[in-house]
């Protein structure tokens, strides 16, 4: 039991002594580092004052030089302000000089204001003077002597337009005339086309009169079928071994016509067989529209056309305008709008598109209302062509106004290929019409003695009085009445006026 105390009591004491070693050590290493500590204090303290040092002169300098470039500038300001100060008072004194002279000039102009308003008073007494002893002189009032003046004047007038129109005329006519001339005659000599004019046909000859029996049917059965699928009237009359087609649809009387003919080379006539023969009647007509349409943009090397375009135009076949044929034609009008596009240096390519397509409304022009030069125009708008040949199609009767080279080709084209001898016929009552209407607009005119329409109508020749009419005159009268000719009638080709004014002198020896 005492050993067991010793041995606590020793414990204790080792264990005291131990912690008295350790908190020794710990003192001793504590001061040695807050002595440490001390020191690196001691060193950033020195380093900060050393750079505060440094901070201190680097900011005196920057201060220092700061004011002097301060100052430097605030003497260029004041240099500034005192060369502006200057021209300021330069300015001044200029402005002072000038309102000075101003002042001088307006004074010398009040004065001169007075001398003349003083002249014009004395002018306007001795004017008034003066037309007081011209109307005791001459007899006449003053509204007398302006109606004579204005007389005169007309007259002057008159003679100087008539001398300007000629001028112009003479001019024009020498600059145009060959190149045109040259220009056209080439194109036709290149076209050359051969066909004059084309007629649909729309009379069917038959083998005998007794077949018109069978084609009616009985109690007409079959006539009914036939044009109630045709849409077409059939007449048959008195006229030996023929019967007639009539409708205002060119191509459904194509197909009535083939349909008919068909008929009447099988022998069997009858609803079903009218029936089937219009079918294959119709599928016949379309494919050669079709056959027509492609044909013609081969032939003018036109390749990128819609497809509904190239229909519509093979539609023309079977459409004919005064006689002529309108495919060929709107080829014809093709090849020369080319040609003279090509002499005039220009691309002839959109000629020959525009050239083929200028009369394409007149494939539908039975369905739709309206100028077939608009509705064409609007066909090609629809499906895709160009404004340029839009406008020339619209322009190439003057529903608009031509604006560019292609529309006046298109135009003159047109003229030629419709004048040509042979290519049109018209009505004998239409040709007396127009004669008739030529005469009456030179009779309108005051002066006019007689006037006579001839070689069909491509020439007015005028008779005038020569009382009435001086030679100034006889140009004037010839220049408005071609305008009213354009203006009012739709003719082929052109129309010569010629005014001619016959002065005679009659002496009697008794």
């Known amino acids: ?50 750079l505060k040092r440094d901070a201190e002169v680097k900011a005196k300098d920057e201060e ?18 005192r060369e502006a100060e200057n021209r300021v008072n330069q300015r001044e004194a200029s402005l002072d000089r000038r309102t000075n002279s101003l002042d001088q000039r307006e004074h010398q102009i009040s004065s001169l204001q007075g001398q003349v308003e003083r002249q014009k008073r004395d002018v306007e007494a001795a004017q008034e003077e003066v037309n007081q002893r011209l109307e005791t002189v001459a007899g006449m009032t003053p509204e007398e002597a302006k109606n004579e003046l204005l007389s005169n004047l007309k007259d002057e007038v008159t003679h100087e337009s008539a001398a300007i129109i000629r001028d112009a005329e003479s001019r024009t006519k020498a600059e ?98 009218i029936e089937e023969m219009f079918h294959k009647a119709e599928r016949q007509v379309n494919d050669r529209i079709r056959e027509a349409g492609e ?20 539609r023309l076949r079977y459409r004919t305008s005064y006689g002529q044929n309108v495919l060929n034609h ?46 064409g125009a609007d066909l090609a708008r629809r499906f895709g062509e160009r404004e340029n040949i839009v406008h020339a199609i619209e322009a190439h009767h003057n529903d608009v106004e031509p604006n560019s080279v292609l529309d006046v080709l298109v135009q003159a084209a047109d003229a030629v290929s419709a ?19 030529l005469e009456e607009i030179a009779n309108s005119y005051e002066g006019v003695e007689r006037t006579y329409a001839i070689q069909a109508g491509r020439e007015v020749r005028v008779m005038v009085e020569p009382e009435k009419v001086d030679e100034a005159g006889t ?36």
């Open 176 to 273: 145009a005339d060959k190149k045109a001339r040259s220009i056209l005659s080439l194109a036709i000599q290149r076209v050359a086309a051969e066909h004059t004019v084309e007629n649909t046909v729309s009379t069917i000859h038959i083998p005998s009169d007794d077949l018109k029996g069978r084609i009616i049917g009985r109690e007409g059965r079959n006539i009914r079928s036939f044009e109630q699928l045709t849409g077409t009237s059939l007449i048959i009359d008195d006229t030996p071994e023929c019967v007639t087609i009539s409708c205002f649809d060119p191509v459904r009387r194509e197909i009535g016509r083939v349909t008919m003919e068909n008929l009447i080379a099988d022998g069997r006539i009858h609803p079903a067989r």
């Open 295 to 314: 044909q013609a943009t081969f032939d003018t090397g036109i390749h990128d056309m819609h497809p509904e375009l190239v229909r519509t135009l093979g």
């Open 475 to 510: 140009v004037v009268l010839a220049h408005d009445i071609a305008n009213r000719i354009e203006n009012e009638l739709q003719y082929p080709g052109q129309v010569k006026v010629v005014v001619i004014r016959e002065s005679r002198a009659i002496g009697i020896a008794k």
């Open 419 to 437: 004048a040509r001898p042979g290519a049109r016929k018209e009505t004998l009552d239409a040709y007396i019409k127009r004669l008739e209407k």
């Open 330 to 375: 709107s080829l014809e009008v093709a090849y020369l709008t080319g040609v003279m596009a090509s002499e005039l240096g220009l691309d002839p390519v959109p000629a020959k598109r525009a050239g083929l397509l200028h009369d394409i409304g007149k494939a539908v022009d039975h369905e739709i209302e309206g100028s077939h030069a608009v509705i």
């Open 64 to 81: 220092l030089k700061m004011r002097a470039e301060i100052e430097r500038e605030r003497k260029e300001r004041q240099q500034e302000v």
């Open 1 to 50: 039991m005492t050993g067991i105390i010793i041995a606590v009591v020793f414990a204790v004491v080792g264990v005291a002594i131990g912690f008295a070693i350790s908190r020794y050590l710990v003192n001793t290493s504590a001061k040695e580092k807050a002595a440490e500590a001390d020191g690196i204090l001691e060193k950033a303290r020195q380093d900060a004052d050393a």
